[in-house]
T-cell receptor, first 116, second 115 residues
């Protein structure tokens, strides 16, 4: 029973294409995140949604657009892919508890995006 | 602003050696501190955490103590195994920063344990 799942696991595509990555969690969490991890393992948060509302939107090109159809899903659509978008993208989720404090984040297995 | 500084890797040890990975932080409020581990080809997972000064987090033989006086949260293990080879991330969440929804991450420290 996978807690946080992502599809696809690998994505190889040409520059200029548009692609989507999907994320689903079955933990009953109300907050979901997208992270980008570069080749040096540096982890950068991109977006976060709480109950389908965007609450974190870091400095990310507007070619990246997250969409949360419901609390259990957070998808990432990328337009006009560039070489620099090549990275591993992680989805994560957490529960927002008392006083709005978020709990431990649970990560998906990652999607390795390669732009040629 | 809030930040986390980890010792640079890679760290290479022999099996059964003692491990220390240093982590120091700056925070405007009263942070909770975390260590996450990323095994090869996998996503990150929580290893341990501490929510207030002098707390000690522990899991799988790893320990870290929240030291407010030195603003540190060093990760230690007495005897590492090959299966501990992974990347370790220190992170903080500052409850008083007005934005407690996100974690502030260190750059990660890669550990390789040789048999």
């Amino acid at each position: 029973d996978t807690a946080v799942s992502q599809t696809p696991k690998y994505l190889v595509t040409q520059m200029g294409n548009d692609k989507s990555i999907k994320c689903e969690q079955n933990l009953g969490h109300d907050t979901m995140y997208w992270y980008k991890q570069d080749s040096k393992k540096f982890l950068k948060i991109m977006f976060s949604y709480n109950n389908k509302e965007l609450i974190i939107n870091e400095t990310v090109p507007n070619r990246f657009s997250p969409k949360s159809p419901d609390k259990a899903h957070l998808n990432l659509h990328i337009n006009s892919l560039e070489l620099g978008d090549s990275a591993v993208y992680f989805c994560a989720s957490s529960r927002r508890g008392l006083a709005g404090i978020t709990d431990t984040q649970y990560f998906g297995p990652g999607t390795r995006l390669t732009v040629l | 602003g809030n930040s986390v500084t980890q010792m640079e890797g890679p760290v290479t040890l022999s099996e059964e050696a003692f491990l220390t990975i240093n982590c120091t932080y700056t925070a405007t409020g009263y942070p909770s501190l975390f260590w996450y581990v990323q095994y090869p080809g996998e996503g990150l997972q929580l290893l341990l955490k501490a929510t207030k000064a002098d707390d000690k987090g522990s899991n799988k033989g790893f320990e870290a103590t929240y030291r407010k006086e030195t603003t540190s949260f060093h990760l230690e293990k007495g005897s590492v195994q090959v299966s501990d080879s992974a990347v370790y991330f220190c992170a903080l969440r500052d409850y008083n920063a007005g934005n407690n929804r996100k974690l502030i991450w260190g750059l990660g420290t890669s550990l390789a344990v040789n048999p």
